[in-house]
């Protein structure tokens, strides 16, 4: 059997090769090199010059990130899989013109806004994240949530709508006490 994987991989090199996506470390954004951002090759970022990313960020596999009216995403910030961060949405305005909507200069019905994720968020697969948008520093963003509006800070965020449901500084404190050597780097960001 192994002169047989041998073949395949001579006449078939590029098959037997993982082919699944790959997460590319550091990259230029805006003149600057952020040499701890990590994302992945298969992210698809619209109109990237109207993303303000800060360094040590993660971006995960097979996300949408639509930056026509402006995204910034602080320090810290991981975004898992499967996340969609719009700052348009015209799903209104197509129902109401129907067929009439290609071409229609100022849309009713069509929202925009800017988005924040704030510096040490966690945002889980299959979230979506509409125009408008502001997530507080050090917020959970659970799994499938379709999150609209202002989230402050520590926000455990969940649903559809998503409503704030806890404070992560709950979960954080009992590993905290237990390990009192990382109260420093904590309070570095969060006091801020």
């Known amino acids: 059997m192994k002169w047989l994987r041998y ?5 078939f090199p590029s098959s037997t090769r993982n082919r699944g996506p790959k997460m590319q470390s550091g990259i230029h954004h805006n003149g600057e090199f952020l040499r701890r951002v990590r994302i992945s090759d298969s992210t698809v970022i619209s109109v990237p010059e109207k993303l303000n990313l800060a360094d040590n960020m993660f971006i995960g596999h097979f996300n949408f990130i639509e930056a026509s009216n402006g995204i910034t995403i602080e320090e810290g910030v991981q975004l898992t899989n499967y996340i969609s961060v719009l700052t348009h949405s015209s799903h209104v305005s197509i129902r109401l013109y129907g067929k009439d909507y290609l071409g229609k200069k100022d849309p009713i019905g069509y929202k925009v806004g800017q988005v924040r994720i704030g510096a040490f968020t966690f945002v889980g697969p299959h979230v979506t994240i509409m125009p408008g948008t502001s997530i507080g520093k050090g917020s959970l963003v659970s799994a499938y949530a379709y999150v609209k ?7 455990i965020i969940s649903g559809n709508p998503a409503k704030v449901i806890g404070d992560t500084r709950d979960i954080d404190t009992p590993f ?3 390990h009192p050597e990382l109260q420093a780097s904590y309070s570095e960001w969060a006091n801020r």
């Open 7 to 11: 073949i395949k991989r001579k006449l």
């Open 149 to 155: 509006g202002e989230y402050p800070d520590f926000s």
């Open 176 to 178: 905290l006490d237990a």
